[in-house]
Every structure is written in structure tokens, then in C-alpha cells.
């Protein structure tokens, strides 16, 4: 069964300058610790990554998975549902971005998590809840780290 996790953070920077740092998967590599590769195996009629296959570190180990990413309420929202995955059977997610003043934007995350290895709840709810934090604090530094 699926685990899910919702966190929100304020980021001071523009609704469009977080949509466009949360979209640029390339440069993941620069900010997101636990990120080690990415490579976009697909892209949209827009030229927009839509398949991106990720390498990062999990559980003490190299894992690998596959998202598709979904433009369609874009820049207020972008999400992804995972594809293919050798730790996780779902990693299914989204960004979800509100202006709330001039300047600042409310970040929303949400992930869903399915692991393939059998863990206690306890363990998956605390990873999960590790992984959305660390993702919104890095991701606050890296959109407030180059203006708005």
C-alpha cells in the first residue's frame, strides 16, 4: 500500500521562478544532494522534459526510476507518476505552486510511495517524510539562491 506526504514551505521568489526551477530536471544535480544523475529520455511537443529517468541515493544505496511529468496545469501545478522504478513501484507526486504575495510563493509537495521491499510502516512514513522535507528545504535554497 501506498504511503503519502504533504508538506508546504514559503519561498521567496515569484509562482514562475519556482515553477522553473522545480521544471529544470537537469540541474537537480546542482542542488538536490540525494540526486546523482538525470537523463531526459523524452520530451513534449513544447521541448519540455516529459520522461526523465533519475539515479539517486535511497536507503543507503544507488537506486534508479523512471517519472513522466505532466504539464497540463502548469506553472501552478507539476506533477509526475513514476514508470519504472527498482526500489519503488510508485513514486507518484506533484508541486503545487500559490502566489500569496508579491514575492513570495507558498510550495505545496506531495508524494506517494510505494516501496517494492516489504518495511514496517513507522520506517516507510519516516523516510518519506525525510525525503519530502529535505526536497523542500533544498529546493527553497536553490529558488531563493538565484533571485526571483
Not at 17 to 44: G, P, Q, S
Not at 55 to 61: H, L, S, V
Not at 109 to 120: A, D, F, K, R, T
Request: net charge negative; with cysteine.
Amino acid at each position: 500500500m501506498a504511503e503519502q506526504a504533504k508538506e508546504k514551505m514559503i519561498v521567496q521568489a515569484s509562482l514562475q521562478h519556482c515553477y522553473e526551477i522545480v521544471a529544470d530536471f537537469e540541474r537537480y544535480v546542482d542542488w538536490a544532494a540525494d540526486i546523482k544523475e538525470v537523463t531526459v529520455l523524452e520530451r513534449d511537443v513544447e521541448g519540455r522534459p516529459k520522461v526523465v529517468e533519475f539515479r539517486a541515493a535511497a536507503f543507503g544505496r544507488s537506486t534508479s526510476y523512471t517519472l513522466s511529468y505532466d504539464y497540463s496545469a502548469a506553472p501552478n501545478q507539476l506533477s509526475w507518476w513514476q514508470t519504472r522504478g527498482d526500489l519503488t513501484a510508485k513514486l507518484d507526486g506533484s508541486y503545487s505552486f500559490k502566489e500569496i504575495a508579491h514575492g513570495q510563493c507558498e510550495v505545496v509537495y506531495l508524494l506517494e510511495v510505494e516501496l517494492h521491499l516489504p518495511l514496517p510502516g513507522f520506517v516507510k512514513r519516516r523516510a518519506q517524510a525525510r525525503i519530502v522535507s529535505t526536497a523542500l528545504k533544498e529546493l527553497k535554497a536553490r529558488i531563493e539562491s538565484t533571485g526571483t
